[in-house]
């Protein structure tokens, strides 16, 4: 049972466990899925495993979870970045093994207070070590007392680059690996500064295109309410599944996405990648991979965005991003959740 946040901005923590589900099924094709999310999420009537519908995010609804809980009796649930303490407490009493994924440092704190640590199987942190910071020597005693292991920096979760899927895109919307930028804002619904970020971006690549020539690819998010806008140069499209965004990602000159997933997903690649904050909990999270020298930022405007673009693009400024990337870590959380899951089950 994956129990993700789930609302009408953002979709990081569903992806997550959708990309998750989507790998359970090919290791266990007979493993039955289910996921409990909030109606008012734009994804969440596409889920393609069995869903249950809630009129909030899931942390709000204790009774309507727990009670899913006792009637389903899962081996496994995974809160991503939700849950609440009884939540937690109910599925360990079930029997069930109870993974919790934090995705910052707050929310990594949270998992390990002794109220919710003590009914939690696995931590998982959906980040790489070097951007966030080393848990505490208190909060390592406390796991320590309670026989619990640390919360493990599995990094992004994605699915790696599929060639013929990537060729076949690149076809299918007449672009050439190589000679195409890509944008993406994240979910689609967040708001900067009274606008919609993915039409921030989206007026950025038309002018990119309009300065430069090269065609840009806009992908707006299932969040965004709007009809998809026709631009010169610029092929908007309203959402797809990461195997098809990495694929693509991984074919683009350079891409220019939200301080979230995407971010930490295209630096795993060795991407070079402009990063714009769009909510509140980016800005840290792009600062730590510029100390890595791994990408450049700047702030979700027009002018801000197609002058970093020009920037990223000088000799000097590339080859020292490129650096950077190439000094980072491999990092694929996929395998090593799917891995200690495994463990969990080994006869599975």
């Not at 440092?105 to 009914?119: D, I, N, T």
């Not at 930490?264 to 909990?281: C, Y």
């Amino acid at each position: 049972m994956f129990i993700p946040v789930s609302s009408k901005e953002g979709i990081g923590e569903y992806m997550r466990s959708r990309i998750f589900a989507d790998e359970v099924a090919r290791a266990w094709p007979d493993a039955q899925i289910h996921f409990v999310l909030n109606e008012l999420a734009p994804y969440a009537h596409s889920c393609p495993y069995i869903t249950h519908l809630l009129n909030d995010t899931p942390t709000k609804k204790v009774a309507e979870v727990n009670q899913l809980m006792t009637d389903l009796k899962p081996d496994v649930v995974i809160f991503d970045a939700s849950g609440r303490q009884s939540q937690l407490q109910h599925a360990s009493q079930l029997g069930a093994k109870v993974i919790f994924i934090s995705q910052h440092k707050r929310k990594r704190s949270r998992g390990m207070k002794f109220s919710r640590a003590k009914y939690t199987d696995l931590h998982w942190v959906a980040q790489p070590e070097f951007a966030i910071q080393p848990i505490t020597r208190w909060e390592r005693w406390k796991l320590k007392v309670m026989d619990k292991p640390e919360p493990i920096a599995i990094g992004p979760v994605f699915t790696n680059p599929c060639q013929r899927r990537k060729r076949e895109l690149l076809e299918q919307y007449a672009l050439e690996e190589n000679r195409f930028y890509i944008f993406n804002s994240g979910s689609g619904g967040h708001c900067v500064d009274g606008h919609y970020a993915a039409d921030v971006f989206s007026q950025a690549a038309q002018l990119t295109y309009q300065r430069t020539g090269v065609k840009c690819l806009m992908l707006f998010g299932p969040n965004y309410p709007n009809p998809m806008p026709e631009l010169d140069g610029v092929t908007s499209i309203k959402q797809m599944d990461n195997t098809d965004f990495i694929s693509l990602l991984s074919a683009s000159k350079s891409a220019i996405l939200s301080g979230g997933d995407t971010l930490l997903q295209a630096l795993a690649l060795r991407q070079l990648t402009i990063a714009v904050p769009v909510s509140k909990d980016q800005p840290a999270r792009i600062k730590a991979c510029e100390r890595q020298k791994a990408v450049i930022s700047c702030a979700c405007n027009v002018a801000a965005i197609v002058k970093a673009i020009e920037q990223v693009e000088q000799q000097d400024v590339s080859t020292q991003i490129n650096q950077g990337l190439q000094a980072l870590p491999s990092m694929n959380g996929l395998a090593i959740g799917m891995q200690q899951l495994e463990q969990l089950f080994p006869q599975a």
